[in-house]
C-alpha cells in the first residue's frame, strides 16, 4: 500500500526503504522528535520529502489531487482541533469538507455510547474535556470512512481503560471494514497488543517487525 | 449662497494655537511626543501647500494624463502605506496581491461612480476626479491594512486547525474559511460604523467641504451618500479580491502550507 524510498526530511528523518501493509494496524514508536509525527504528515501529504518518494498504491504521491489523497488517507493530529459549533457539526465537518452530506445519526450515536461521550450531540463542543474532544475527533475521521487512518498519539488525554476501550474499536473497526490503520502512540504496549507492524525510529535507524 | 469666507494668513496661522495647547500637555504630562506632534504638524502643513498649489495647476489645465499620474501616485502611496502598516513581514507574492486588489477595486469602482453615478463630463474632469478617487483609495488603503493584519495573525494563530482541517480533506479555501470571513468582517467594519453616526454625530469631511464653499446642503447630502456607498462598495472589492487571492500565496502547490513564512 505505502512504498517509501531513499526519503529524507531535513535532519529529522531518513528512511532508506519501508512499506506498510494493505488492510494492516501499523504502529510507528520512538523517542519524541525522532520524526513519528513528520512521516505521518508526509503520508497525508500535509508536508513532503525533501528527497525520495512516497507510492500509495504503486503510484507516487505527488501524482495525486492532494485534496482527493487526503480524502483516502485522513489523519488525526495529536491535538485535538474544536471548530465552532456543536458536537454533530464538530462530527460532521469531515464530510462536509469533501461535501459528502449523507450520514447515520444513529451510527453516530453507537459511536459515542462505545466511546464513553455520554453527552447530547448538541451540545457546545467547546465545553467538552480533553479527552472527550479527543474521542470525538476520532468519531470524525471513522464516519468520513476513509481507506487509510493515520492517527498521531489518538489517546494521549485518555486514562488507561478508555485509552484500551478506544484503540481496540478502532482496530475492531479497521479489521471488519478492511481499512489500514497507521497509528503513532508512545505506549509500547499498545503498540504490542493492537499491531500487526511495529515501526520503531530509533535515531537514523529504523527498525521494523511483525507482531 | 456665498463662498467659503477667504482665511488671511493670520487667521489660519491663529489656529495653531491647538498644536500649542497640545503640545502643553504632552510636556505637563511627560509624554515625550513633542518630536511626533512637530514633525506631523509641519509634514500635514508642507504636504498641503504643495498639494494646493498642484491642484490648482491641475484643474486649469485638465488633461486625463495628468489625472491618470495622479490617481497612480495615490495607489503607489497607498500601497506604500499598506506595506508599511503591517506588522507582520509580508510575502513578496502577497505584495503583488496587495497592488492587483487594490488597483482593480478602487479603479473599478471610481470609473463606475465617475462615469454612472454622478456622469462627469469629460471622465478626467480633475476637480471631481481627484478628491473622488483620494477618499476611495484612502479607505480601501485602510481597509486591506486591517484585511492583511486579520489574514496574517489568522494564519499565524490558527495554523494547526488549518491543517487540521486540510489533513480531513478540506480545499485550502474552506480550511481558510473562519480566517477570511474574520479578515473581511474586520476590515469593511470601520466602514459600516462611520455610516451609522454620518449626519448625526459628524459631518463627513467632503459635505462639510462642500456646504462651507457655498453649496446646498441637499446637494451636498446627495454627494456624500452617493460617495459613501461607493466607499463601502470599493472596501469590500478591494479587500474580497485581496483575500480571495491573498490566502493561496500561503500555500503551495501541493496544498501544503508554507509554515516557513508564517
Known sequence: MFEIKNLKYKDILEIEHIIINKNSVTSIVGESGSGKTTLLKMLNNIISPDEGEIYYDEKELNQYDPIDLRRRVVMLPQTPVIYKGSILDNILIGKRFSKSENYNIEEIKVLLEKFNVNKNLNEPAENLSGGEKQRICLIRILIMNPEVILLDEPTSALDENTEDLVVNYVVEYVKKNNKTLIMVTHSKEIAKKYSDYIIEIKGDDLFEWSC | ?262
Do not use: H
Open chain 2, 1 to 262: 449662497m456665498n463662498g467659503a469666507v477667504k482665511l488671511s494668513l493670520i487667521q489660519v496661522i491663529s489656529a495653531y494655537i491647538f498644536i500649542l495647547i497640545l503640545l502643553l500637555i504632552v510636556r505637563k504630562r511627560g509624554l515625550n511626543r513633542e518630536k511626533e506632534i512637530t514633525i506631523s504638524t509641519t509634514r500635514m502643513t508642507l504636504q498641503l501647500i504643495l498639494t494646493g498649489y498642484i491642484l490648482t495647476f491641475i484643474f486649469k489645465n485638465p488633461n486625463p494624463f495628468i489625472t491618470i499620474f495622479v490617481i497612480l501616485i495615490m495607489e503607489i502611496f497607498a500601497v506604500q502605506n499598506i506595506l508599511k502598516r503591517s506588522k507582520a513581514k509580508i510575502s513578496k507574492e502577497l505584495k503583488k496581491v496587495v497592488v492587483f486588489s487594490m488597483l482593480i477595486g478602487t479603479l473599478f469602482t471610481l470609473f463606475y461612480f465617475i462615469v454612472i453615478v454622478v456622469n462627469i463630463k469629460p471622465w478626467y474632469n480633475p476637480q471631481y476626479f481627484i478628491p473622488l478617487a483620494g477618499m476611495i483609495v484612502g479607505n480601501s488603503m485602510t481597509g486591506i491594512s486591517l484585511g492583511i493584519n486579520k489574514l496574517i495573525d489568522g494564519f499565524k494563530n490558527q495554523v494547526d486547525v488549518i491543517e487540521c482541517s486540510l489533513m480531513l480533506g478540506a480545499s485550502p479555501k474552506d480550511a481558510c474559511k473562519p480566517i477570511l470571513d474574520n479578515a473581511f468582517d474586520s476590515a469593511i467594519l470601520p466602514t459600516i460604523n462611520s455610516m451609522v453616526g454620518m449626519g448625526i454625530v459628524f459631518l463627513p469631511g467632503m459635505m462639510t467641504g462642500q456646504i462651507l464653499s457655498g453649496s446646498s446642503p441637499l446637494v451636498a447630502i446627495e454627494y456624500q451618500i452617493a460617495i459613501m456607498l461607493s466607499i463601502l462598495g470599493s472596501v469590500s472589492i478591494c479587500v474580497i479580491i485581496f483575500l480571495l487571492l491573498g490566502y493561496k500565496t500561503f500555500f503551495n502547490n501541493r496544498m501544503q502550507i508554507k509554515r516557513e513564512e508564517l
